[in-house]
């Protein structure tokens, strides 16, 4: 059974930064593109970035060139690397395989605010 656990999140500054990890347990990870996605309050969940098994990368256009998203096969991890924070970005983060499984992890909070 596929297992999901994200971990990284926090209270940041706008223009800060964070790192967040998600371990991936339950399937052969370094077959399966990889994404983020963030749900913000009162709004539908988003794929944010997008790592394909090779390592080619895609962005929403909302966090190109500010977020990079990475992933480490011997680890079976996938990072997302998040710079230059705005209080737009807050919201609680997921990874998934792209297109996502039904079932997700919990999440982890991240809150860009002053």
């Known amino acids: 059974q596929v297992r999901l656990v994200e971990s990284g999140g926090d209270l940041v500054q706008p223009g800060g930064s964070l790192r967040l990890a998600c371990v991936i347990s339950?399937?052969?990870?370094?077959?399966?593109?990889m994404g983020w996605y963030r749900q913000a309050p009162g709004k539908e969940r988003e794929l944010v970035a997008i790592?394909?098994?090779?390592?080619?990368?895609n962005y929403a256009e909302s966090v190109k060139g500010r977020f990079t998203i990475s992933r480490d096969n011997t680890k079976n991890t996938v990072y997302l690397q998040m710079n230059d924070l705005k209080p737009e970005d807050t919201a609680v983060y997921y990874c998934?395989?792209?297109?996502?499984?039904?079932?997700w992890g919990q999440g982890t909070q991240v809150t860009v605010s002053s």
């Open positions: 998934n395989l792209a297109p996502a499984l039904s079932k």
């Open positions: 339950g399937t052969i990870f370094r077959i399966y593109a």
């Open positions: 790592v394909a098994s090779g390592g080619n990368t």
